[in-house]
């Protein structure tokens, strides 16, 4: 079993937690947390992860487990589903002593860890993430939230869990787009912080690695990430980087999930990525050869590269809405180079017009 230790040295308060990486531990659940300390437990999952995992993880537990399932799919990342956790904790006697366990993907650990944060004003929780997308990113870090009035994430706090447990078993049930949407954020993992990474994980096909390679691609990401939001939990400053291919990114993917072909997170990703690398390169921070080898790579990765049909100017609407944005001004993260990225970047709002332009226009 390999672990990555997550620490937080920016308060006067020395805090970690581990992740967990390895086949088979939904099974061993009780070896990696002392469950009996807890008063209830409650398992949140989506009706999808619970045909394939519920009664796997109920015959890890104690007898008295409280399930609530919600819909599947980020539409259902909303107040409304939040509610229904909270009614159901409230019927059950959830109490602060309690554990919540989120089973599923990163809607599940975005919407179980907001819960957990709120309800009696903080319940602890532990993320078990079922996708490879939540394995490297959504259930590490400590965001959690939902969508609103058309913005993605736009409430939130920031509530780290007791642990992650990837079990990486799970990944051999997910769809070919599923799994290819959680190589957006690995690929995203070196263009940031580590170019060696990136040549590593882009040397071949995500297919073509084996289960080995895989768990090691997923550790290496857990620690590229704990490291860059050690010092910076709530995003004041460096933790900012993450959000490379996100500004555009998210805009993207609140707007598709208007129309009757929405993209995966990871898939909304791409296109943010390769549009904010296109900016880099217009603001002379990236080669031309290094913007066409990232826009190589995640072809190569059978990631999209553009969203046609989308209004430029919904987009930009949505992107001034973002949580980076500050006095009006859009705080972007851009790359100077890959393995190099730079925050709070200011660009001129006819070049963000231009790219998009581009991208919704197959021109890219």
């Given at each position: 079993?390999?672990?990555?230790?997550?620490?937080?040295?920016?308060?006067?308060?020395?805090?970690?937690?581990?992740?967990?990486?390895?086949?088979?531990?939904?099974?061993?659940?009780?070896?990696?947390?002392?469950?009996?300390?807890?008063?209830?437990?409650?398992?949140?999952?989506?009706?999808?992860?619970?045909?394939?995992?519920?009664?796997?993880?109920?015959?890890?537990?104690?007898?008295?487990?409280?399930?609530?399932?919600?819909?599947?799919?980020?539409?259902?990342?909303?107040?409304?589903?939040?509610?229904?956790?909270?009614?159901?904790?409230?019927?059950?006697?959830?109490?602060?002593?309690?554990?919540?366990?989120?089973?599923?993907?990163?809607?599940?650990?975005?919407?179980?860890?907001?819960?957990?944060?709120?309800?009696?004003?903080?319940?602890?929780?532990?993320?078990?993430?079922?996708?490879?997308?939540?394995?490297?990113?959504?259930?590490?870090?400590?965001?959690?939230?939902?969508?609103?009035?058309?913005?993605?994430?736009?409430?939130?706090?920031?509530n780290q869990p007791q642990a992650v447990i990837a079990d990486i078993q799970t990944l051999t049930t997910l769809p070919k787009r599923e799994f290819l949407s959680g190589f957006a954020e690995i690929i995203k993992h070196g263009l940031i912080r580590d170019k060696k990474y990136f040549?590593?994980?882009?040397?071949?096909?995500?297919?073509?690695?084996?289960?080995?390679?895989?768990?090691?691609?997923?550790?290496?990401?857990?620690?590229?990430?704990?490291?860059?939001?050690?010092?910076?939990?709530?995003?004041?400053?460096?933790?900012?980087?993450?959000?490379?291919?996100?500004?555009?990114?998210?805009?993207?993917?609140?707007?598709?999930?208007?129309?009757?072909?929405?993209?995966?997170?990871?898939?909304?990703?791409?296109?943010?990525?390769?549009?904010?690398?296109?900016?880099?390169?217009?603001?002379?921070?990236?080669?031309?050869?290094?913007?066409?080898?990232?826009?190589?790579?995640?072809?190569?990765?059978?990631?999209?590269?553009?969203?046609?049909?989308?209004?430029?100017?919904?987009?930009?609407?949505?992107?001034?809405?973002?949580?980076?944005?500050?006095?009006?001004?859009?705080?972007?993260?851009?790359?100077?180079?890959?393995?190099?990225?730079?925050?709070?970047?200011?660009?001129?709002?006819?070049?963000?017009?231009?790219?998009?332009?581009?991208?919704?226009?197959?021109?890219?």
């Amino acid at each position: 079993m390999k672990k990555v230790t997550v620490r937080f040295t920016n308060n006067s308060k020395k805090r970690f937690y581990q992740i967990f990486i390895d086949s088979g531990l939904i099974k061993k659940i009780t070896s990696i947390i002392n469950v009996n300390s807890y008063s209830k437990i409650f398992v949140i999952t989506d009706h999808n992860v619970k045909k394939l995992y519920h009664d796997k993880i109920l015959s890890s537990l104690p007898n008295k487990v409280i399930t609530i399932v919600l819909p599947s799919g980020e539409k259902e990342k909303n107040i409304v589903n939040i509610q229904k956790i909270w009614a159901a904790m409230h019927a059950a006697q959830c109490d602060r002593k309690s554990l919540i366990i989120n089973l599923g993907g990163g809607v599940i650990s975005d919407m179980g860890g907001f819960a957990a944060s709120t309800f009696m004003r903080g319940v602890n929780f532990i993320n078990i993430p079922t996708t490879l997308l939540s394995q490297v990113d959504a259930s590490v870090g400590g965001k959690t939230g939902i969508d609103f009035d058309g913005i993605k994430n736009l409430i939130g706090t920031f509530n780290q869990p007791q642990a992650v447990i990837a079990d990486i078993q799970t990944l051999t049930t997910l769809p070919k787009r599923e799994f290819l949407s959680g190589f957006a954020e690995i690929i995203k993992h070196g263009l940031i912080r580590d170019k060696k990474y990136f040549e590593k994980i882009t040397s071949k096909s995500p297919f073509e690695f084996t289960q080995d390679e895989i768990k090691d691609i997923i550790l290496k990401s857990c620690h590229i990430k704990a490291d860059i939001i050690k010092n910076d939990e709530t995003e004041n400053n460096s933790r900012r980087i993450l959000n490379f291919g996100h500004t555009i990114g998210h805009a993207i993917e609140s707007h598709c999930l208007e129309t009757s072909l929405p993209l995966l997170h990871g898939e909304a990703i791409s296109i943010g990525m390769l549009a904010e690398a296109e900016i880099s390169h217009y603001m002379n921070l990236l080669t031309v050869s290094d913007l066409k080898l990232i826009r190589k790579v995640l072809i190569n990765a059978e990631l999209p590269v553009f969203a046609s049909g989308l209004q430029t100017e919904k987009i930009i609407k949505t992107i001034n809405s973002d949580k980076k944005t500050e006095k009006g001004i859009v705080n972007f993260t851009l790359l100077s180079g890959i393995g190099n990225a730079l925050f709070n970047q200011h660009v001129p709002i006819d070049l963000i017009s231009k790219v998009i332009e581009s991208i919704t226009k197959k021109s890219l």
